[in-house]
């Protein structure tokens, strides 16, 4: 059954720093999100994705963060320069337009030190 | 802004008996209302959705109620089983956008032998 990927699992880094974390949608899906889950609370929206742009964002996508589909299988989320409160785990989630259904991800926890 | 939020954080059923969990809304516009499986270490999974003109929809062991009334949604599950210990977050989308969802708090359901 087919799946969304991401990589890597766990990502540490130092506060200032940028991270790049990465995603693979499932290959038919048309629509593309991320999310963020601070530890314990609720699963808050960040970015949707649309025939190579994005669609909406909410209050927290700020400058600091971008996406980007490079190529026909990944999309990325990148944060330039991380703060303490960046740490979370962050999902992606695909799919075809006209669907309710988002599949997830698995998730990256990014923990910023 | 939206609000959905969950009238209980944790709930505990035995092994084989029915669960409910509930769900508070207070945004009118949503055009569908989902439920959403969130086991530990994993991204969240969709159970079941329901239309807003809807007031029951039923899946394999699972019933969503959705009251527009009082805004109140809740998820019925028949006979509890231990794989159903998870957090339940009811989400809605709303018409017009990408379809991003906006989920709410969350309820942890543990299963008990």
């Known amino acids: 059954e087919p799946e969304v990927t991401q990589t890597p699992s766990h990502q540490v880094t130092q506060m200032g720093q940028e991270v790049i974390l990465r995603c693979v949608p499932i290959?038919?899906?048309?629509?593309f999100y991320w999310y963020r889950q601070i530890l314990g609370q609720k699963v808050e929206f960040l970015v949707s994705f649309y025939n190579n742009e994005i669609s909406e964002k909410s209050e927290i996508f700020d400058d600091q963060f971008s996406v980007e589909r490079p190529d026909g299988s990944n999309f990325t989320l990148k944060i330039r320069s991380t703060k303490l409160e960046d740490s979370a785990m962050y999902f992606c989630a695909s799919n075809v337009r006209g669907y309710n259904e988002q599949f997830f991800g698995p998730g990256t926890r990014l923990t910023v030190l | 802004g939206e609000n959905v939020g969950l009238h209980l954080p944790t709930l505990s059923v035995q092994e084989g008996d029915n669960s409910i969990i509930n769900c508070a809304y207070s945004?009118?516009?949503?055009?569908?209302f989902i439920w959403y499986k969130q086991e530990s270490g994993k991204g969240p999974q969709f159970i079941i959705d329901i239309r807003s003109n809807m007031d029951k929809r039923q899946g394999q062991r699972v019933t969503v109620l959705l009251n527009k009334t009082v805004k109140h949604l809740s998820l019925q599950i028949a006979a509890t089983q231990p794989g159903d210990s998870a957090v339940y977050f009811c989400a809605e989308i709303t018409s017009g956008s990408a379809r991003q969802l906006t989920f709410g708090s969350g309820t942890q359901l543990t299963v008990l032998p």
């Open positions: 945004n009118s516009a949503s055009d569908y």
């Open positions: 290959s038919n899906h048309l629509y």
